[in-house]
């Protein structure tokens, strides 16, 4: 009864997804204050019933009710309780589910905390909202359904892809699609000004913390994605340019410049119809990474639903709302008000360039992943743009962006003053200068490039730093008068410090690892020594084990430096029992200097063994930078206050000052 | 009735707190301008703020005040808005007809939709009700659990693996049992009827064909104890299979005469040896390799058997060439089971033409590269046939 329940839950909200797409947008075209009060109500009610939905199917994983067809699918009732319950969004229909929920969550928040929005702004932002979920919610319902059941029921599941039973991988979807589905509420905002065809003071107060909190979950999602590749997968990468990344990564990259558009709007009311431009476009890019993943485009671990007919739903969906945002955008858009004007040196001027640097890396991205599968489909050959064309394409484009970064904060809104802000980085400079040449007397052979790299992610670093010791006046006024300028500064301040420290910290971690990754492998017997980076690793022989749901094979290997033993790794091999699928599990040793990675391979003779030997140096880096920008969004949305940017007075009266858009 | 009763709760729940806002009365009017107005208001007193702190030097303050009060000015001018929204509005119907409307529609769809997909009279059946079953049929399944459960935490146990070893074959889950008998030998010891019953799991699971692993299993089978009639039975066939067809039919005959009239696997075994005589010496690798589950693949046909007998070898090897090639030929345009791809491979490394096994395994492994089920079957047949 309680998966019945469910089910009807599920299609009771499509209908109050109905009424809250068309009642509160018919209210706010006739301007009846009552039917626009609907689309708050409808949200909230929407959101508790696809909350039952979600409810229903999770006391279906837990108690494995195989007489549910998804369950019976994709759970088995010996998996360990973790993974029942992230197994409930394991596969396509419940994680299209999950989709919808936070879709509704979003749509409720903004009906709960939206109370001093302009009721038809917030209206019609709930009916795209609305909009959105009943696509969806119609989508699952009738190709993509969890709540098929099964009679008889069968006794056991088939169980759930071993390689997705890993703890980073279970929280991986849910921020993912927190990033994703929250950026829906940028789009359903910037269409909804298209629709009122102005745009509110509210606007931007509203759509910047939303950004910055769906870029901060997919940030991390994604982040937890490329370290479960790391460590799973058993090549010792990170990042392979695979489209499932690109589809994930393409909208991180949009939503980091609307995120910074966002910005200028809030602070100085300029760059409106960019950013309304930008919020449709990263929307479009999640749908795109939604249909890429989902419609048997791509063939790969996140490619469940390998179904035509869902994939041709599913970029109806996109047509519609991409196309028709996008079509509202080029006949409404000349009707909104332009925003204010800035010298082409200010403050603005260095996040316009951020945008379009970002944005230009984005095409790259997606002309680099759509180019092979539109080539496919029209002339059915089968190419494919590996690293070498995201690296000739993106990298380039991403060295004037981190050059840049440090300079943007130190220029004044309105107009800057981009020699006084060079002077002020000249700490930063030298300290770079400094790196580069230790880099390049220490490491002497290899890539002449890396120490280049390194210099990059330094420069970035301590530029982000310059910026808080200028603000606070470092070195320059009493310890005392520091500190105070140090606790009045707002915390938004330090989250700009800190998410631009993070990609500094990211960016001596991608070059450390690329660049002086070592790797040997070798058939090694028990008992043998191999000497790898400094590092000495006796092969002590595979024991066999026993876990919950697989049996495994585990390498013994005590590793030692300079007759001292650091640590022992246990790289193993691990046959699941339902579905019968063999994994790899790396064995991973953290120091700061990078990585030991050690990966069992095949039995030879005589208890031999291939074993892969990898060391990446700085890898970790590029995690604990994704955290600090993390962190850094954290700090910046829990500064609630509003924010003003100071413009900075001409000191002639005719400066020359260019128009925004 | 309980069920339906819960949906309707539902339905009138939602519906009511979807439509709260019309069914109350409140303020009917409100000024865009107004909200404008307040985040500009909010702006100026946080310049303030900042300016007090000491973020900001008191000329920008200066700055910001003005830019912003310009902003709340402009706002103030076109304050009309909540005007011209009044002056448009429908009196009165507008509500009133969603009012009815979404009473009407929302639970007419929800219902609509439900009856499609949904399935009122199933009840849940999650781990805890299967395993207290309530009719007999579904009793071996909660008892196969609860063994296997145990023997995931015992896995050294092999009495539990000898017990659950007979309930798989019986289920026809040939690999799971073969995995079981080779437990219960190694836990238990080794006996003749052990051998023999792993390598006739071993058999069913490759679908027929003995593998050495198999052979060598139903070899140790007999050595201790002759009378295993079974395990003989796969030895001859393994000859067969291997091209000793002599020696094949002699052994049928020599089981032949072992056993009792009445045994019965005798008409089996003689309908095997009249096939075998009637083809004398070519490879039937067909029959051996149909499915032991039952799958019915289009073979041979009767004539074309017949035909082969009257014919001398020469003939014979390009007639099944011919059937072959036919085979193949299907299976290039058509797609084809899974079954047939492995007959061809079969065929052609029976044929002797290693090449075009591969080459047919090779397709048949693009051909299924969606399917692991198939590609697993695949790489234990290339193992079996040493591709």
Redesign the interface.
Known sequence: MISEIGHFALILGLGVALAQTILPIWGAQCGNLALMRIGTSAAQAQFVLILIAFIALTVAYVTSDFSLLNVFQNSHSAKPMLYKISGVWGNHEGSLLLWVLILALFGGAVAVFGRNLPPDLKANVLGVQGSISVAFLLFMIMTSNPFLRLDPAPFEGRGLNPILQDPALSFHPPFLYGGYVGFSIAFSFAVAALITGRIDPAWARWVRPWTLMAWMSLTIGIAMGSWWAYYELGWGGWWFWDPVENASFMPWLSGTALLHSALVMEKRDALKIWTILLAILTFSLSLMGTFLVRSGVLTSVHAFATDPERGLYILGILVIFSGGALALFASRAQVLRQGGIFAPMSREGALVLNNLLITTACAAVFIGTLYPLALEAVTGDKISVGPPFFNATFGPLMVPLLLAVPFGPFLAWKRGDILGVAQRLSVAAVVTALVVIAAYSISGRGPWMAPLGLGLGIWVIFGALSEIAFRVKMFRASWEEVFRRLRSLPRSAFGATFAHLGIGVMVLGVVGTTTWQNEKILEVKPGEIVNFSGYDLRFDGVAPAQGPNYREQIGMLIVTRGGEEITRLQPSKRLYDAPKTATTEAGIYAAWAGDLYVVLGDELKEGAYTIRFYFNPLVRLIWIGTLIMFFGGFLSLSDRRLRVGAPKRARVAQTAAAPAE | M??WA??AI??AA?LT??????L?T?????D?AE??A???K??LS??D??EA????SS???E??RT??SR?LLA?AGTGDRAKS??A???EGH??AL?LVC?FV???L??GA??LT????N???????A?LNPSTDDQKV??L??RV??RL?QF?ADGRGWEVLAPVYMRQQRFAEAADAFSNALRLLGETPERFANFGIATVLADEGVVSETARKALQNAIKGNPDLMEAQFWLVVAKEQDGSFKEAASDWRALLKRGSAEAPWRPMVEQRLAGLEQREGIAPAEEVAASPAGTVLKGPTGEDVAAAGEMNSTDRSAMIKQMVGRLAERLKDGGGEIEEWRRLVRSYSVLGDKQAARKALVSARQTF??D?GAL?SLGKLADQLGL
Not at chain 2, 53 to 56: F, L, Q
Not at chain 2, 117 to 120: D, E, N, Q, V
Not at chain 2, 122 to 128: E, F, I, K
């Open positions: 309980v069920l819960i949906f539902l339905t939602a707190a979807v439509l709260w806002p019309i109350r409140g303020e009917k009017d409100f865009a909200y404008d307040v985040v500009f909010d702006q946080e310049v703020a900042e702190r000491g973020v900001i000329s920008e303050a700055a910001a830019e912003v902003r706002v929204i009044s448009n509005r429908p507008a509500p969603a979404a529609c929302v639970p769809i929800s939709l439900y997909y949904g399935s009122p199933l009840p849940d059946n999650p781990l805890a299967r399944g909660p196969m659990a296997e459960a995931r896995p590269a969606e692991p697993a």
